[in-house]
Nanobody
Framework: QVQLVESGGGLVQPGGSLRLTCAASGITFSLYTMGWYRQAPGKQRELVAAITSGVRTNYADSVKGRFTISRDNAKNTVYLQMNSLKPEDTAVYYC???????????WGQGTQVTVSS
């Protein structure tokens, strides 16, 4: 059974930081591209950041220079360090695991991030 469990969300003031964690189980983690997506109320889900099995990273323009994605294959975990948070970063953040060759795609349950004073 595949599980992606996110943690680390919460309420933070503008300019603050949060670190999201996604712990994966039931997959060969090192083979997967791991990503963080977010969905704000009334908006479509969008890619925030992704990291491939080869540790190449990709970021949405809106978070470049503020967010950092990383992975620890020994712990089957992917992280999203979020700095200089803005109110427009408020959303539910979802962890995603993709193994394109086998057309496998899994999602976590999401964690709420609220940036507000």
């Amino acid at each position: 059974q595949v599980q992606l469990v996110e943690s680390g969300g919460g309420l933070v003031q503008p300019g603050g930081s949060l670190r999201l964690t996604c712990a994966a189980s039931g997959i060969t983690f090192s083979l997967y591209t791991m990503g963080w997506y977010r969905q704000a109320p009334g908006k479509q889900r969008e890619l925030v950041a992704a990291i491939t099995s080869g540790v190449r990273t990709n970021y949405a323009d809106s978070v470049k220079g503020r967010f950092t994605i990383s992975r620890d294959n020994a712990k089957n975990t992917v992280y999203l360090q979020m700095n200089s948070l803005k109110p427009e970063d408020t959303a539910v953040y979802y962890c995603n695991a993709q193994y394109s060759i086998a057309r496998l795609d899994y999602w976590g349950q999401g964690t709420q991030v609220t940036v507000s004073s």
